[in-house]
């Protein structure tokens, strides 16, 4: 959702148009126990990207219509998952191997999904920085 949002006076079409001026590209990925944000592009662009990031995750504009449309999607795609074989033999296996603690198992509800409120998860990714993460970087730059 993050991906599709705006941030501060910036809408998500002015935001993506600004990160691909810059040759910079930005991805993010959240699971129940961990996120990331990926971010790759020119090192001369570096530091504006990183700003840029920065006021995507300070500022976003979450919407909560734009969240509910992507509930609705996810619970659909979950309901098609039922009718895909390999699908189910995955969370077979994956129960198998982890019982309780199977990736399967451990996604939010569809009641949690369909309750979830963009202004609380805008609050939550403008901390995400305060969190406890690690920083890798390849690229040309020397530690400092």
Known sequence: MLEKSGA???SAEVLQKKLYALGSSVSFRCSADSSSINLSGLDEHMSETLRLVNVWLEQSKLDQAQLKAMVANQISERRDHF??????GSALREYAMYGRESDFLTQPSNRALQSAKAKSLQKLVAGAANYQHTTLYFGPRKAD
Request: cysteine-free; charged content about 45%; aromatic content about 12%.
């Open 8 to 10: 501060g006076d910036m």
């Open 83 to 88: 009718d895909d074989p390999r699908w189910l």
